[in-house]
C-alpha cells in the first residue's frame, strides 16, 4: 500500500503512524502516514485496535459540515490498549484496555467542566479530529489509524470481555449519545419511552432504554424492521407511518428520544407525549425540522430538547453499566481498506446497525 506522508512537525519529539484519511474535499479516503506525539507528563498513548465509523465520519469527510480541515483522519469511537503513560499518570498502566471518545479535551475551567460536563465547556471542547491543537499538523486527527495520544482526562477504562471489544467501539459515541438523556431524563422502572428510528444511535437506544427498565416503544417508517426492533429489546414497535397506530399512543410518554437526523414534523411525535413529557432530539438534520405546533407544547407542559453526546463522568458510568448488563452494539466488521464502500453503503442506511474497523488491517 502507497502512503502519503504528512511531515509537518510542531513538537520535537514525534512518532510517525499508519492512518486513513482524506486531504482534500472530494478525495476518497486513502493511506496516509501522520503525526503522534510522544506522551507528555499527563498523556497516554493507546495502540488502536477498533474504530467505530459514524455518520459525523463521513460529514466531516466530505466537506458536508462547515470547517473541515485538512488532512482529515476521522473516527471517535476508539478501543485500544495502553502503550504507555506519562509520569504524572495514575489510573492507567500499561495494557489496560480503554476507549477514547468524541473529546480530547476542554477548558477544565468553567462551569460545564467543573460540573463534569465537558461536552457542553463554555470555551469549546476540542474534539477527536478536526479540533485545535498543537499536534501537526495543527488539528486533531481520530481512530483511523494505529495510534493516538491523548490525555487522561479523555481517556476511560472498558471492562468488557475480550471478544466483545470491537462492539463495544460504537459506544463511545453511540452508545453516550443516547445514554446521556436517558439518564437526564431518568428513563426507568414505570416510565414508558418512544425511541424515533432504529439505526446506529436507535438501535442503542433502544438497547439501553430496555436496560436502564423503561417500557421501549420503537418507531420505524419501515414495516420490515418491526421484528428487528422487538429483538433489540423494543416492548412495542409503531410504524409511524400508520396513523391508527401513533394514535393509539397519544398523550402516553414520559420521554421520546428522536435520534433521526433528517428534517421531519416533529408534531406526530409531540402528540404522544403525557403532560410534563419531553421528546429529546440528538440528531441534527440537513435542514431544519418544520416549526412544532407551539399550543400543542403549552397546553401539555410539553418540552422539546436537545442532548450532546456525554460528559466523561457519564461515559464512564454508561461503560460500565453495558459491561455489567451485557450491552454492546450490533455491528459489522470492516477492514480499513473498505471503509469507502461503507462510507457509500452507510448513507443508504445500508449497515445493521454500525461499521467497526479492523484497525490491524492499517497493517496490510
Excluded at 130 to 139: F, K, L, S
Excluded at 166 to 171: N, Y
Aim: glycine share 10%; net charge negative.
Amino acid at each position: 500500500m502507497r502512503l502519503r506522508r504528512l511531515s509537518i512537525v510542531y513538537r520535537e519529539q514525534t512518532t510517525m503512524t499508519k492512518a486513513f484519511g482524506v486531504v482534500t474535499e472530494k478525495a476518497p479516503l486513502e493511506a496516509l502516514e501522520i503525526v503522534r506525539r510522544e506522551p507528555g507528563a499527563h498523556d497516554v498513548s493507546i495502540d488502536i485496535a477498533y474504530c467505530g465509523v459514524c455518520h459525523s465520519d463521513l460529514h466531516q469527510a466530505r466537506g458536508e459540515w462547515a470547517g473541515t480541515l485538512y488532512p482529515c483522519v476521522p473516527g471517535h469511537e476508539i478501543v485500544g490498549r495502553v502503550t504507555a503513560v506519562g509520569s504524572e499518570v495514575s489510573a492507567f498502566k500499561v495494557g489496560d484496555t480503554v476507549g477514547v471518545g468524541c473529546m480530547v479535551d476542554s477548558c477544565q475551567h468553567c462551569p460545564a467542566c467543573d460540573e463534569g460536563l465537558e461536552q457542553y465547556c463554555d470555551n469549546g471542547f476540542v474534539g477527536t479530529y478536526n479540533g485545535t491543537t498543537a499536534d501537526a499538523p495543527g488539528h486533531t486527527l481520530g481512530g483511523y489509524s494505529q495510534s493516538i495520544v491523548v490525555s487522561d482526562k479523555f481517556v476511560l477504562k472498558i471492562s468488557h470481555p475480550d471478544e466483545q471489544l470491537a462492539a463495544v467501539a460504537p459506544l463511545l459515541c453511540a452508545g453516550i449519545t443516547t445514554w446521556s438523556p436517558l439518564r437526564h431524563w431518568n428513563a426507568g422502572p414505570g416510565k414508558k419511552v418512544g425511541i424515533v428510528g432504529i439505526g446506529g444511535l436507535g438501535h442503542m437506544g433502544v438497547k439501553l432504554a430496555h436496560a436502564l427498565g423503561a417500557h421501549v416503544v420503537a418507531f420505524t417508517t419501515s414495516e420490515s424492521k418491526r421484528e428487528a426492533a422487538r429483538e433489540l429489546g423494543a416492548d412495542d414497535v409503531v410504524v409511524s407511518r400508520n396513523a391508527d397506530e401513533m394514535a393509539a399512543h397519544a398523550n402516553s410518554f414520559d420521554l421520546i428520544l428522536n435520534t433521526v437526523a433528517a428534517s421531519h414534523d416533529l408534531d406526530a411525535f409531540t402528540a404522544l407525549l403525557k403532560r410534563d413529557g419531553t421528546m429529546t432530539l440528538v440528531g441534527v438534520p440537513e435542514h431544519p425540522h418544520p416549526s412544532p405546533n407551539v399550543a400543542a407544547l403549552i397546553f401539555r407542559r410539553r418540552a422539546i430538547a436537545g442532548s450532546l453526546i456525554g460528559g466523561i463522568a457519564e461515559t464512564q458510568e454508561m461503560l460500565d453499566f453495558c459491561a455489567e448488563k451485557g450491552v454492546v452494539a450490533d455491528i459489522e466488521m470492516i477492514d480499513i481498506q473498505d471503509v469507502n464502500e461503507a462510507y457509500d453503503r452507510m448513507q443508504k442506511s445500508d449497515v445493521k446497525y454500525r461499521f467497526v474497523i479492523d484497525n490491524a488491517t492499517l497493517q496490510a
